[in-house]
């Protein structure tokens, strides 16, 4: 394990990035703690995990032993107050900045001063999620990409408040992970959302006015070096997490017109065509 300072971390919401999280700690060799308000969220991610991790094993990965042991390490919590131990806390909930303040202002009172309290928010401000605390300068941002085993970037985002020796530690944690940790600033959107609010909307809208079809927009981005076009994408990522993502930078920058978001993704939501995770999305999925 990397981080003497880290025993015990903790991640709080279990579905696919809070699950993917807790794979990435485990395999690093961390026992991890995970709560999700929901237990029937957390029976299932656990056995989507095992399903992972058994084909793995098959395909010849991972040793049996192996997929045992990060399994064993990944302990699910019935209650929050079990995290107060826990010296690093990653939240991983949904993309709401009432819902993170409400968990941060919990969390402020549970854990050690000490602790570190991390946002995996893909746009919302780490200084206003901090805001709840009484700790705002050991309150960092701590984006990973889905799916987080495999994705190495993870974007470490400070607050106005977030302590330069806290930032440090923390990068040099995610450095000997293996990640590829990058310093961005609490900026609308950070640094590859931002970016990537024109590759998801500029699609939608060439669709929406019949200039080309999905498939074509997905297999020409593709030909040009993007490894996977922006609706299959947005089917992996999850149109509601998209579209939340989309809404984020558009209000953030007091709605510049650039940023704003498609109505037809709002329709897709409505529908629950939310990609992969519901079987349909722009494209659909069998089994």
Not at 13 to 27: F, P, S
Not at 60 to 82: F, K, N, T, Y
Not at 109 to 115: K, M, N
Not at 181 to 205: I, Q, W
């Amino acid at each position: 394990m990397s981080g003497s300072w880290l025993t015990t971390p903790a991640v709080v919401g279990a579905g696919t990035m809070g699950m993917g999280i807790a794979e990435v700690l485990a395999t690093a060799g961390y026992p991890v703690l995970i709560w999700d308000m929901l237990p029937a969220v957390m029976d299932r991610a656990r056995k989507q995990l095992k399903e992972r991790l058994a084909a793995r094993v098959a395909k010849g990965r991972l040793s049996a032993e192996e997929a045992e042991g990060m399994l064993e390490r990944i302990q699910p919590v019935e209650s929050l107050d079990e995290l107060a131990k826990c010296e690093l806390v990653i939240e991983a909930i949904v993309e709401r900045l009432e819902a993170k303040q409400s968990l941060f202002a919990q969390l402020d009172e549970l854990v050690s001063p000490t602790a570190v309290l991390a946002s995996n928010t893909s746009s919302l401000s780490i200084t206003a999620i901090a805001g709840a605390t009484k700790r705002p300068d050991r309150v960092l941002g701590m984006h990973f990409f889905n799916p987080a085993p495999r994705m190495p970037l993870v974007e470490v985002v400070h607050g106005a408040q977030t302590a330069p020796h806290v930032l440090k530690q923390v990068y040099g944690w995610l450095s000997g992970l293996g990640k590829v940790p990058v310093r961005v600033a609490d900026a609308p959107g950070f640094l590859v959302n931002r970016v990537a609010r024109s590759y998801h909307t500029e699609a939608v809208k060439l669709v929406a006015q019949q200039s080309a079809r999905k498939e074509q927009v997905d297999r020409i981005l593709e030909g040009a070096g993007f490894p996977m076009g922006p609706f299959a994408l947005q089917d992996l990522i999850g149109i509601d997490v998209n579209l939340a993502a989309s809404v984020s930078v558009y209000e953030a920058t007091f709605h510049e017109a650039r940023f704003r978001p498609h109505y037809h993704q709002q329709r897709m939501v409505e529908q629950k065509a939310l990609g992969r995770k519901t079987g349909k999305g722009h494209y659909e999925y069998g089994g």
